[in-house]
């Protein structure tokens, strides 16, 4: 009997091919096969020579790059997507070992004495308490019979799920870089508008003092100073108010890189903000490229092997519990044949009638599989709908950009007539405030528009799923 043990074991495993509930298949999806795209679009083509795991370096910028690599180092909020990674396999080696026996080995050592006044068994035979020593020593295996599959649909579940969490972890990295791009792009864009106050300022002052001297010498009244004052007391209040978005992006990025807020400065700089070109591919890219399109499809497989774990509850659980052991009164004979013990057995349970409990467990995994099933289809949707409005935005913002720099053009024009009038005396000095004006207001609009250009290019990026593929999950 004992050397049939390993004979019966491989029989119990072979018989797990057999799994209830449906085997997993990813659901179809209806993908366009191009996008559509506006003037002045221009799309590249993916090149070797792009950068592709740190997206962010196709931006051209040494700053940004340090703190994408201080955010990957320091950020907490990645650190708790990593955590739950590791859980995620824990969880998977924890269920994958439902696959073997389980093997333990006890021990016992003891004195004891038996009650002489326990009930009788037999009137004739009288009790004794007897003193004796018990010494044992046992080797015990257990093992479920998968016959049914619910070991098997277990770790199909635990394994997808350690998949979706790294799938989560790469699209905390997305988000993070998308996030921490956007908030810098936000802040540099506010650096250039606070230059362009920065200069304007320069010349109010110099009109105001231009005023001053005309109505010091009788030409002008003193109207023409209330205004110049005004409008540049107005500007000087707006300095106010961009600073103070600036700092608020400012603690911002330094939350993103793991830095106290009150511990982190970035120097205002003037660069030159310009887009790269994104390679965009084909819409079927991105149920490879998208890791939160690949986290819900790992969700799908998950839910799916559920439904096999709850439909294996209506058969037998069957167990394998052999054990070999000695027990002896004393340590000396521990180990003689007589002192052998061992059983061999197996145990089956099955459950007759539980008033639709198991029904009604399958019926729920079936509803999440397909909750998840929806899920993983409108993930799809949105991806494709973030890339159009990428693309169309991207193209709109272009052009109202070059629009923009035309009238910045004739800005400038207008203002150097109306000064020109208004020193000959064939204009009022409310021209030459409506000119400034009007050239402060489209500068500040060109950096606007750059500055929506830079985070549109940001959320292209993130919408495409940056340099990120599914088979990444492959070495899971």
């Given at each position: 009997m004992t050397r049939s043990m390993p004979a019966a074991l491989t029989a119990a495993l072979?018989?797990?091919?057999?799994?209830?509930?449906?085997?997993?298949?990813?659901?179809?999806?209806?993908?366009?096969?191009?996008?559509?795209?506006?003037?002045?679009?221009?799309?590249?083509?993916?090149?070797?020579?792009?950068?592709?795991?740190?997206?962010?370096?196709?931006?051209?910028?040494?700053?940004?790059?340090?703190?994408?690599?201080?955010?990957?180092?320091?950020?907490?909020?990645?650190?708790?997507?990593?955590?739950?990674?590791?859980?995620?396999?824990?969880?998977?080696?924890?269920?994958?070992?439902?696959?073997?026996?389980?093997?333990?080995?006890?021990?016992?050592?003891?004195?004891?004495?038996?009650?002489?006044?326990?009930?009788?068994?037999?009137?004739?035979?009288?009790?004794?308490?007897?003193v004796q020593n018990d010494f044992a020593l046992g080797l015990n295996v257990s093992y479920e019979v998968d016959l049914f599959g619910r070991v098997q649909r277990n770790v199909e579940s635990a394994h997808a799920s350690a998949q979706q969490s790294a799938a989560d972890l790469e699209n905390t990295r997305l988000l993070l870089g998308a996030?921490?791009?956007?908030?810098?792009?936000?802040?540099?864009?506010?650096?250039?508008?606070?230059?362009?106050?920065?200069?304007?300022?320069?010349?109010?002052?110099?009109?105001?003092?231009?005023?001053?001297?005309?109505?010091?010498?009788?030409?002008?009244?003193?109207?023409?100073?209330?205004?110049?004052?005004?409008?540049?007391?107005?500007?000087?209040?707006?300095?106010?108010?961009?600073?103070?978005?600036?700092?608020?992006?400012?603690?911002?990025?330094?939350?993103?890189?793991?830095?106290?807020?009150?511990?982190?400065?970035?120097?205002?700089?003037?660069?030159?903000?310009?887009?790269?070109?994104?390679?965009?591919?084909?819409?079927?890219?991105?149920?490879?490229?998208?890791?939160?399109?690949a986290s819900a499809e790992r969700a799908m497989a998950a839910a799916n092997a559920q439904i096999g774990v709850a439909d294996a509850a209506f058969y037998p659980s069957i167990m394998l519990a052999p054990s070999y052991g000695v027990d002896s009164r004393g340590i000396a004979t521990l180990f003689n044949a007589p002192s052998v013990l061992w059983s061999l057995g197996v145990s089956a349970t099955q459950t007759l009638f539980d008033g639709g409990r198991i029904r009604a467990g399958v019926d729920f995994a079936k509803g999440g599989y397909q909750a998840a099933v929806a899920t993983y289809r409108r993930t799809v949707l949105t991806a494709m709908q973030e890339v159009e409005d990428g693309i169309t935005g991207i193209a709109a913002l272009e052009r109202a950009y070059t629009q923009a720099q035309a009238a910045i053009l004739s800005s400038q024009r207008v203002l150097d007539l109306a000064n020109s009038r208004y020193e000959g005396g064939v204009a009022t000095y409310l021209d030459v405030i409506t000119a400034q004006q009007s050239l402060l207001n489209n500068e500040r609009q060109a950096a606007q528009l750059m500055g929506q250009r830079m985070l549109s290019s940001v959320f292209l990026v993130k919408a495409l799923g940056g340099d990120w593929a599914d088979s990444k999950l492959a070495s899971k």
């Open positions: 072979l018989l797990t091919a057999c799994a209830a509930g449906p085997d997993y298949r990813k659901p179809a999806i209806d993908m366009p096969v191009a996008w559509q795209v506006d003037a002045p679009w221009r799309q590249s083509a993916p090149g070797d020579e792009q950068a592709k795991g740190a997206w962010w370096e196709r931006f051209g910028d040494a700053q940004l790059n340090a703190l994408q690599q201080q955010a990957l180092q320091d950020n907490q909020t990645l650190a708790i997507a990593s955590a739950r990674l590791l859980q995620a396999r824990a969880s998977g080696n924890a269920a994958l070992a439902g696959m073997f026996p389980q093997v333990g080995l006890g021990t016992r050592a003891s004195r004891f004495k038996i009650s002489a006044d326990r009930p009788l068994t037999n009137y004739n035979s009288p009790n004794y308490g007897p996030d921490l791009a956007s908030n810098y792009f936000n802040l540099r864009e506010l650096d250039v508008e606070l230059d362009v106050l920065a200069r304007s300022i320069a010349l109010q002052r110099q009109a105001l003092e231009l005023a001053t001297s005309r109505h010091d010498l009788g030409a002008t009244s003193g109207l023409d100073v209330a205004q110049q004052q005004a409008l540049l007391d107005s500007t000087l209040t707006q300095v106010d108010v961009l600073r103070k978005q600036r700092a608020q992006f400012e603690h911002a990025i330094a939350t993103l890189v793991g830095v106290p807020a009150p511990q982190f400065a970035l120097a205002p700089a003037l660069l030159p903000m310009q887009p790269p070109a994104v390679p965009l591919g084909v819409p079927s890219d991105l149920l490879e490229r998208r890791p939160d399109i």
